[in-house]
């Protein structure tokens, strides 16, 4: 089974075309390097809950939105390898360059998963 890389980020709305732009750029560079897949998503339908949420897990600000993204890999070791690849392309240095972003990266996380289970059409 395939590796995935998932974050969770708030992004305010006002620079959340900034915000795409910029992932669809750096989905472009993962994807050369071997990604099988790069997915941003917008937060539609997530609320505050008693105990846990997503606005929660990120202390969510009002004029922000969520982002939950994905990024699935063929193996834990392709992912090392890709990740390793990306992080010194200088088409990316805008993104080590936590003052140059469009979302507070305090507030983001992430991890790596084992995929274990799979359901596609």
């Not at 609320?47 to 846990?52: A, E, H, L, R, V």
Request: negative net charge.
């Amino acid at each position: 089974m395939s590796y995935v890389d998932g974050f969770v980020l708030p992004v305010p709305v006002e620079r959340l075309d900034d915000y795409l732009r910029l992932a669809r750029h750096a989905g472009e560079v993962w994807r050369e390097y071997g990604a099988l897949e790069y997915v941003e998503c917008v937060a539609d339908d997530v609320k505050p809950g008693q105990f846990t949420s997503f606005p929660q897990s990120v202390k969510l600000e009002p004029g922000e939105v969520v982002i939950f993204a994905w990024i699935r890999y063929a193996s834990k070791r392709e992912r090392d390898r890709i990740l390793a690849e990306v992080m010194k392309d200088p088409r990316l240095s805008d993104m080590l360059d936590s003052t140059q972003l469009p979302f507070d990266s305090q507030r983001m996380f992430w991890g790596g998963f084992r995929e274990r289970i799979r359901f596609a059409t």
